[in-house]
């Protein structure tokens, strides 16, 4: 495996001079290590390349990889380095194990990189580069959805405007407009929606008056409309707005708003999808909202299933790129992981797994705690894939274990209270409660769990030795400590090495946490009891939207719950391992085309903001050498 | 040079069968015809190349080929071919003529592909293939302008809404926060400002309390701002909308609107730069609204200039394609020809230059008639390019000089009037007016001018003999009847003759319609002369704007006239060539980074809508074989 030397200096640069002191190698060498030949990818730049779907089909017959998935313990607010541990250990395996491995990555909205947080290509020196190509537009797969998500929006608007605007004789002519010759015809999309209505006639002169109402009056309930529109920008004031207040609008004005690009069900359905097919009609049966009377109307009854496909066609071709030392990894989709499902994409985990086969690696991420990450990657992801985890890590710091322990508040922009830089080992034992459950939990999937403790420069051995016992205590395969942001994929082969164990050793089935053909109410219940609850309570709203999805038929989707990440409870302030809460449900909503249901417990936003000082003050470009600066 | 055998069949097929029929050379095949090796260009897939801007510098010493520019007469709702002209005159330089050549050609915006109009890729044997990747994402510079648009207006807003919420000190703490030393400074883009208040201060803590409200408080009066968001879709609902609605907004809603992506600024700044680092400027210098003082505010001034370059830098490099035979093709930004001046870019016209050399040929279009395309190439886009064409095509139809002549209305959608189906070449002769005016009006620029009769199936030779004799008497160098639509680069063999000689025949320097050192009054009155008015009327806004920009120093830019593009005068259904008339100005605006005012003749929608049956109904892929059906 091609591979690259990194010279670590100490103490770590900052994550852009470390990127750009390694010149990439061309992404073409990444395929070629992989077997792959320039058939088999398109190049976008020298430095990123997209893998076409139909490399899975090539390998189909060829035996999986071993299948690895990063979780957390419930997070501070200032991350404890999934996303770099994940980084770490597939430098570690492919640099220093000798093992094939891929990385298989969510890619970043790029709100937050002008916004807050900066970029997510990992850190240190366990990142993904070209780090600017990471965390802008990549390949146009956000930018695709935002075309695709908005078309739809602007085609519901529409489509009530005529409707308002004409009889049903007028709507339908145009619907069906006579050819040259004075013949009518359905088109393919057409012929979708005359299914859903029981309508088996194929001319159009044929439909009864009765027939060319029901098929071309969507009659659609403004007020029942859940499709926003997005944008991949920071920008609150478009949180909740009034469209339609242009004078040839004619008064149609209606409150909606929009979400970031990521938030976007389009999203969800590129993550979840598995081949061009299944993405044409899950994209086809997005919910928009109901009829008057309360039908579900989709993505093809106006018309557009066909049109977003051929928008997402090429977004649905997983990004190659590459770690600071050469390892491969493969970046798709990045479904918002509060009121979506937060992993990577189900494609690109599968071509991964035939191209590293048997005896190599896959390791992906989860988006935050594993009540959040893990549980949805388990019971939504895998349910849908069909593939297996043979190994869970669980990374953990000892200050998000500290503050777990009742250590101070941790505040992003504030500095760290002194208890968090200076030993305090029982600070660390009270917290395991909360590494502790997350063991408990993950090992209940049938997995081998791993430990991982991402060392800061202040963690003490006396309080890493504490972690190592009670994550051996609570049922951890292994607990290993990990310096993989201070010295790359080196810092990381014990963690390589224990994983490896983890995977050889791996023998139980995947269990889920609930079937899919229990009720809407079993399924979140299941859910809750894993996070510590005695009960689960129930808005009217909630009651009335778990009614109508069961009596639309959605009831057999599995959940996804739309839960803070800092607590195990609805309570962000609820630290360590709460339990004996009763769980509120507020509000329950679909995505029906990407296949889930997700149960708002509180409010989510949906629509980050921009600080007084955003990170784009700081970011340039060298005009001269076309480099990127100030990126974070 | 590469090229292909066309087999054409009759009656020609529909374009995206045509489009189809032809398997697309490996870009990097069309790229070595033009001599560039693979470091002077990123590959994005098989079909399609971004040519970087070194190519230029590389090629510095070089002599220009020839430039060519092809307009057209006043047109039909229906178009008369333009693009096509443009497509095959290459088509015929190249396969037939032995030439090197590059057609320089904007990219569509998605909205129309999905809503009225279709693509943009030319038609029947003279098109750019392939046609979906044309009219698609191409290689996402739309996206990144929407991405860059959007975050300058995400920051406004966001910006109002910090400092209506902070003091001055705190505002200025944040935005020079101190470092862990307790440290403050400015940086880069913060000096920008400090420059323009004429603070020639280097450290935050020496300003006076009044310099820190200058430099931290913007004052953007609300009613001021003229930056609008974009959004790539025909959004009807979007063009009037009010925003800040949201409860954490606390109650600072504003009226504003989206515009179609190809109407914002940005997309004017790509296509009149000339350099990464005149882009940079460009893109700080562009004024979003006043300060309540009626000082110009800037990108810079909200610290985006800089971020919105690194956005914008793949952009700038322009796309590499081919026509049906083979030919190379840039496609390069699409600025909306109503409110900016619907060239394609400087930059892809510059490069091809050099890579055809001396003896080559460049043909670009310029949108819509003489009055608005070749008028704006020739003030706008040459005077900030520095180049001059040696000819001027210009397309005519016998269908669109019937209407001239007083035919019937021509309608979209509508079967035509049989006096277009039918000859009559009284209604030809008499709508030669038109034409005239637009070849006096073209050859005052000091070019030679080519009239390209784009033939249909009904025209007669006795229709055609009189357009030619018409030219030719108002001074044309030469009119050719062209048959490209149904015989590609074959059909346009003549014009292709008639363009080499009218080069090689060019010896006039060019004549600028204006000077810029003249009041914006002045400048505007002049263009209004050459579309045959008497005069000029200011409503009383207008009076407000220009007396505005002149005494903000913006009135040495040159003028982009904002006005029908159906008739030499503001009124659409003055057809001929309409005199006497006194032509209303509405309003004045600015695009001052990209470097015009533009003069509003009446209301120009920037958002399209969509219909009741979108283009997007037919619109579908083959998930079988990846290929995208129903794209017209």
């Not at 608007?157 to 619907?175: G, V």
């Amino acid at each position: 495996m091609t591979s690259r030397k990194l010279q670590v200096v100490s103490p770590v640069p900052a994550d852009i001079d470390i990127a750009n002191s390694v010149v990439p190698l061309h992404i073409s060498e990444i395929a070629k290590d992989l077997n792959l030949n320039p058939d088999h990818y398109d190049l976008y730049g020298k430095y990123k390349a997209k893998v076409l779907l139909s490399v899975f089909d090539e390998l189909k017959e060829r035996q999986d990889g071993y299948y690895v998935v990063v979780g957390g313990i419930t997070p501070t607010p200032l991350g404890e380095g999934k996303s770099t541990t994940t980084v770490g250990l597939c430098q570690a395996l492919g640099a220093f194990l000798d093992k094939k491995v891929v990385t298989t990555l969510r890619q970043p909205s790029q709100g937050p990189t002008f916004g807050i947080k900066g970029g997510a290509a990992g850190g240190g020196y366990s990142q993904v580069i070209p780090m600017d190509e990471f965390n802008l537009h990549l390949t146009g797969d956000i930018h695709a959805i935002t075309a695709a998500n908005n078309l739809l929006a602007a085609a519901i608007d529409t489509r009530i405007f005529h409707e308002n605007t004409q009889k049903d004789t007028a709507l339908f002519n145009r619907l069906c407009p006579p050819d040259k010759e004075g013949k009518r015809a359905f088109n393919d999309i057409m012929f979708r929606r005359l299914k859903k209505l029981n309508i088996t006639k194929t001319k159009p002169e044929d439909l009864t008056p009765e027939e060319v109402t029901k098929f071309a009056r969507l009659d659609i309930d403004p007020d029942s409309i859940t499709w926003r529109r997005v944008m991949d920008v920071n920008d609150r004031f478009l949180r909740k707005i009034t469209v339609g207040q242009g004078p040839d609008e004619k008064g149609m004005v209606r409150e909606t708003g929009f979400d970031i690009s990521v938030a976007s069900e389009i999203m969800a359905v590129l993550a979840l999808t598995t081949s061009l097919s299944d993405m044409r009609e899950r994209l086809g049966k997005m919910v928009i909202g109901n009829s008057k009377s309360g039908d579900p109307i989709t993505a093809d009854d106006l018309g557009l299933g066909g049109a977003l496909t051929v928008l997402m066609k090429d977004a649905i071709n997983p990004t190659l790129m590459q770690t600071l030392e050469g390892t491969p990894v493969l970046v798709h989709a990045g479904p918002f992981a509060n009121i979506a499902h937060g992993n990577s994409s189900i494609v690109a985990d599968k071509i991964a797994l035939k191209l590293v086969g048997p005896g190599g690696y896959v390791v992906t991420e989860a988006g935050f705690g594993s009540d959040i990450g893990t549980e949805k990657f388990m019971n939504i992801k895998c349910r849908y894939s069909g593939l297996k985890p043979q190994c869970a890590i669980i990374v953990a710091t000892i200050r998000a274990l500290k503050m777990h322990g009742g250590g101070p508040l941790v505040t992003a922009g504030k500095p760290l209270d002194r208890a968090y830089t200076t030993e305090n080992v029982g600070l660390v034992e009270a917290g395991c409660v909360n590494l502790a459950r997350h063991i408990e939990n993950t090992k209940a999937y049938g997995v081998n769990v791993v430990v991982a403790v991402n060392k800061f420069a202040t963690d003490t051995d006396a309080e890493i030795a504490a972690v190592k016992n009670a994550a051996l205590a609570a049922g951890a395969f292994d607990a290993v400590l990990c310096t993989h942001h201070a010295h790359g994929g080196k810092g990381a082969v014990d963690l390589g090495i224990a994983v490896q164990k983890a995977c050889e050793n791996a023998t139980q089935p995947l269990k889920f946490l609930y079937p899919l053909d229990i009720s809407i109410k079993e399924k979140i219940e299941a859910i809750a009891r894993s996070y510590g609850a005695s009960g689960v309570e129930y808005s009217d709203q909630a009651e009335k939207q778990i009614e109508m999805y069961t009596k639309q038929g959605f009831s057999g989707l599995p959940i996804c719950m739309a839960k803070t990440q800092y607590s195990f409870s609805d309570n962000a302030s609820a630290k360590g391992a709460p339990s004996g809460f009763v769980l509120p449900i507020r509000d329950v909503r679909g995505s029906i085309g990407a296949g889930f249901i997700y149960p708002l417990v509180g409010t989510m936003s949906t629509m980050p903001g921009l600080p007084t000082r955003p990170c784009f003050y700081d970011i340039d470009l060298d005009t001269e050498t076309g480099r990127v600066k100030g990126l974070s």
